[in-house]
T-cell receptor
Framework: DTEVTQTPKHLVMGMTNKKSLKCEQH?????MYWYKQKAKKPPELMFV???????INESVPSRFSPECPNSSLLNLHLHALQPEDSALYLC?????FGQGALEQYFGPGTRLTVT | AQKITQTQPGMFVQEKEAVTLDCTYD???????LFWYKQPSSGEMIFLIY??????QNATEGRYSLNFQKARKSANLVISASQLGDSAMYFC?????????????FGPGTSLSVIP
């Protein structure tokens, strides 16, 4: 099973709202990622968790707050977002470095619209 | 610094024909992995094929093959017998094999359109 699930599929939120994106995998992967993707552009890395610890934060604004409660779950908490944060948010997982195969598996994404 | 270049913003191919999507990369790391992903208009990124920097043979997965030329730092994707469902964005990506820099970088992508 190479499935990564993400909820919700679509989200519309106001600039004062607080919402969360959820990602789950059951492949035993110990590295999980959040990406932001604008239309017709490649994914931009936001955060990397390795063995449930935050290993990379690509200078993401604090209105995005990641959380990795356990090895299967990854959340992205959203607060006071701006309209320019509207994008497709992709979650991915992979073996951690030294764990084995390197390819990432992506979820279907959450299309976020900030009004 | 690591970089991926895909010089073909858009490509067209006739159904049932083969097509090559170009990818060149730049890295000073001796160990790395190269990947190709397909992204249809629905948005999901689909893993297609992987090539390790020390692999002696070119990777193949069904209709997909990776033409790996290490000295030229190129990793072109060849799709044989194109199908209408192959119309999508295709991204080349690279992951360095070191703990201090465990992230994947993507190229800008190539939009492939398969013509009936």
């Amino acid at each position: 099973d190479t499935e990564v699930t993400q909820t919700p599929k679509h989200l519309v939120m106001g600039m004062t709202n607080k919402k969360s994106l959820k990602c789950e995998q059951h492949m035993g992967h110990r590295a999980m990622y959040w990406y932001k993707q604008k239309a017709k552009k490649p994914p931009e890395l936001m955060f990397v968790y390795s063995y449930e610890k935050l290993s990379i934060n690509e200078s993401v604004p604090s209105r995005f707050s990641p959380e990795c409660p356990n090895s299967s779950l990854l959340n992205l908490h959203l607060h006071a977002l701006q309209p320019e944060d509207s994008a497709l948010y992709l979650c991915a997982s992979s073996q951690a470095f030294g764990q084995g195969a390197l390819e990432q598996y992506f979820g279907p994404g959450t299309r976020l619209t900030v009004t | 610094a690591q970089k991926i270049t895909q010089t073909q913003p858009g490509m067209f191919v006739q159904e049932k024909e083969a097509v090559t999507l170009d990818c060149t990369y730049d890295t000073s790391d001796p160990s790395y992995g190269l990947f190709w992903y397909k992204q249809p208009s629905s948005g999901e990124m689909i893993f297609l094929i992987y090539q390790g920097s020390y692999d002696q043979q070119n990777a193949t997965e069904g209709r997909y093959s990776l033409n790996f030329q290490k000295a030229r730092k190129s990793a072109n994707l060849v799709i044989s017998a194109s199908q209408l469902g192959d119309s999508a964005m295709y991204f080349c990506a690279m992951r360095a094999l070191k703990t201090s820099y465990d992230k994947v970088i993507f190229g800008p992508g190539t939009s492939l359109s398969v013509i009936p």
